[in-house]
């Protein structure tokens, strides 16, 4: 009796963490391992105390459960419940692309290594170099404007 009940709950433990794995944290595999060698454990442990007959009916009940649950919770949407569903639609400096023009100074607000923030005539965009590493508070002025991206260079 007590065999069947550590059994029961390795096996138990082990549908849980893989159902937690796939649901609701994927991708970290810990998780799932470890639930995956709980549940083999379980089953190694049923086939050795009580037969191979008795351990296949496990086995077929273990792999059924887990199917099972598996399929209920992503028909229920238990996921949905996690996941983002807004999106960011706005850009990256998209007011500010008309006020300015190529060859407009100002000074860099931030460390561009090579992207960060500059201030043109109060306002604050943000920029980047061509691969250049500028110091904050280094003059720059605006070399080419691009649809998503202000290219700027130093002045010296």
Do not use: C, H
């Amino acid at each position: 009796m007590l065999m069947w009940l550590a059994i029961a709950a390795l096996i138990l433990a082990g549908i849980v963490l893989i159902i937690v794995e796939v649901i609701f944290i994927p991708g970290t595999t810990v998780v799932g391992l470890l639930g995956l060698v709980f549940t083999i454990v379980g089953l190694v442990f049923g086939y050795s105390e009580f037969g191979s007959e008795a351990g296949s009916w496990l086995l077929l009940g273990t792999l059924l459960t887990l199917a099972v649950v598996i399929y209920l919770s992503f028909r229920k949407g238990a996921w949905k419940k996690f996941a983002l569903k807004s999106a960011i639609d706005s850009k990256v400096n998209e007011d500010l692309l008309e006020s300015l023009t190529i060859g407009a100074e100002g000074i860099a607000f931030s460390a561009l290594r090579p992207m960060g923030t500059a201030e043109f005539d109060g306002k604050f965009v943000e920029v980047k170099t061509n691969g250049d590493y500028l110091a904050a508070g280094t003059r720059v002025k605006i070399a080419q404007i691009q649809i998503n991206d202000i290219v700027v260079e130093p002045i010296n």
